[in-house]
């Protein structure tokens, strides 16, 4: 999504500046860091220049692009399809069949042998979910999003290191960006090969970032006692 989203590549940009502006006092552990990401975004814009022309193209005119115009009728289907079925929705991974078979989708953009019953989805995260699921499964993922960022403020605010802030903090912004992202797009759509991928890739980076911060503050919970 760094490489082709526009929308990722913002988010990349935002997260990492607030990160660093929140440990400012700690700018000569980030910023070799910083400096060697920003060395690598130069050599793959140089080293793919379709890449970083599409990028900064196609963002300049965000409201006048295609793909932005496709969305919003996807969106508009996909709240059809909700207002059909509010209570239940149509059914876990069914949005690619009843969108082609009942709804206008893909608009003459995309073959039906490519994306009919291969994961198309509603270019946004809450909104699949909300005509998949209705509003007992939307319920179900809004508690699971205020979990997490629950779990991400009471582990920053009672966190014994710095360490451990940070990665709450890093936690937070990460959840963050996924909100952000998943506006747009849809990286955790069932019966897509990618959004499986990206299902397990956020499963992994939840469970890592949660255990680093528990680890963190042991850590300083061990060093404070034999200090005493």
Sequence with gaps: FVLFSRAGTAMFFLSAAALCALHRE???KWSPVALTLLA????TALASPRMSKYVVRTSA???VEAGVERRMKIWKDT???F???PLTGTGLGTYDEIAFSRYGAPYGHFSDDRFRRGGWHAHNVHLHILAETGILGFSAWVYFLFC??????RSRKQSRSPESRALSEAFLLSGACFLVLSMTENLIAPRVHQSFRMNLTLALLILLSLSSIRWADRAAGRAGVLVE
């Design 83 to 85: 207002r059909a079925r």
């Design 61 to 63: 005119q965000f409201f």
């Design 79 to 81: 709240l059809r399809m």
């Design 26 to 28: 700690r700018w000569r």
């Design 40 to 43: 690598g975004l130069v050599f």
């Design 148 to 153: 997490l960022a629950a779990m991400g403020v």
